[in-house]
């Protein structure tokens, strides 16, 4: 089992840049394949990256592609996701997750976090 807590979310105007950070418990972060999700009021989550175990695969959702960046240090099990020329539309709440096999569907993950609020202003 793994814990997650995510951190750095705040607010933000429009073209600014954010690093989120989710901390992992235990001793198996290594085993788990790391997504980002977001969910902005009434709409449903949608998957916005993942990683693989070692890190040498990235996944972004088209509408961050270019503009966000997932990252992983197993030593400090942590998974960043530096978040730059951000807009409106990328207001939300975004959480970590961990799955054991490479997938953007939220049901495949595993264990979440409680999610952190990024706010991009106008």
């Known amino acids: 089992q793994v814990q997650l807590v995510e951190s750095g979310g705040g607010l933000v105007q429009a073209g600014g840049s954010l690093r989120l950070s989710c901390a992992a418990s235990g001793r198996t972060f290594s085993s788990y394949v790391m997504g980002w999700f977001r969910q902005a009021p009434g709409k449903e989550r949608e998957f916005v990256a993942a990683?693989?175990?070692?890190?040498?695969?990235?996944y972004y959702a088209d509408s961050v592609k270019g503009r966000f960046t997932i990252s992983r240090d197993n030593a400090k099990n942590t998974v960043y996701l530096q978040m730059s020329s951000l807009k409106p539309e990328d207001t939300a709440v975004y959480s970590c997750a961990a799955s054991f096999k490479i997938t953007s569907t939220a049901y495949e993950y595993d264990y979440w976090g409680q999610g952190t609020q990024v706010t991009v202003s106008s």
């Open positions: 990683i693989t175990w070692s890190g040498g695969n990235t």
